[in-house]
């Protein structure tokens, strides 16, 4: 298994600005990914972020709003850009284990957007 | 492709007594199927997983659930509600060939005294 945390675990912003969410994983791992959980919602898949490569984003999602970084093997970063109130969500990432198809999440980072 | 519907999208039962959390699935073979539980505030945490080795898989915290073929289903039983297991209940299907996970809309267990 594979624990995971992020930071912040929550955050309040103001419309127009970003915010970026850190990932950090106790391991190396492959495949990392980016959800994101509106009010009373399931989880939709962002993108998957694989290190030395560009992320694949998902229908919906877009680069230029949610770019991502992938610097090594257990960290990763998903920037909100120009946000607004509609971005208020919980930002969950997870890491695939061994069984590519099992993926451990990290806490998730709420973020309100005013 | 393949996908998850979950019956239910909340469930109120008494503590001591059965819970039932009613997913079905859409594949065109036999796929893996995951139980994720989601305590309020915090992250998601795999209850038990099918990977076609067993058809009745047990998990963590008294759960299990069974795969069945001929109803396309994959239920998420316990015989004994605990508080403690109120949280929403996610049932997922890998999807695609690059380990991505679709998730049901979740079901919210409440469970009263």
């Known amino acids: 298994s594979a624990v995971i945390s992020q930071k912040p675990s929550r955050d309040i912003c103001q419309r127009g600005t970003s915010l970026t969410i850190q990932c950090q994983v106790d391991?190396?791992?492959?495949?990392m990914f980016w959800y994101r959980q509106q009010p009373g919602q399931s989880l939709t898949l962002i993108a998957t972020?694989?290190?030395?490569?560009?992320?694949?984003?998902e229908s919906g999602f877009v680069i230029d709003k949610f770019p991502i970084s992938r610097p090594n093997l257990t960290f990763s970063t998903l920037t909100v850009s120009n946000m607004s109130p509609e971005d208020s969500s919980i930002y969950l990432c997870?890491?695939?284990?061994?069984?590519?198809?099992?993926?451990?999440f990290g806490p998730g980072t709420r973020l309100t957007v005013l | 492709a393949q996908s998850v519907t979950q019956l239910d999208s909340h469930v109120s039962v008494s503590e001591g007594t059965p819970v039932l959390l009613r997913c079905n699935y859409s594949?065109?073979?036999?796929?893996?199927l995951f139980w994720y539980v989601q305590h309020p505030n915090k992250g998601l945490q795999l209850l038990l997983k099918?990977?076609?080795?067993?058809?009745l898989v047990k998990g963590i915290n008294g759960f299990e659930a069974e795969f069945k073929k001929s109803e396309t289903s994959f239920h998420l039983t316990k015989p004994s509600a605990h508080m403690s297991d109120a949280a929403e209940y996610f049932c997922?299907?890998?999807?695609?060939?690059?380990?991505?996970?679709?998730f049901g809309t979740g079901t919210r267990l409440q469970v009263t005294l």
């Open positions: 997870s890491a695939a284990g061994t069984d590519y198809n099992e993926q451990f």
């Open positions: 391991s190396q791992v492959t495949m």
């Open positions: 972020a694989n290190q030395g490569s560009e992320a694949t984003y």
């Open positions: 594949s065109s073979y036999s796929p893996s």
């Open positions: 099918y990977t076609s080795a067993a058809t």
């Open positions: 997922v299907v890998p999807t695609g060939t690059a380990s991505k996970l679709t």
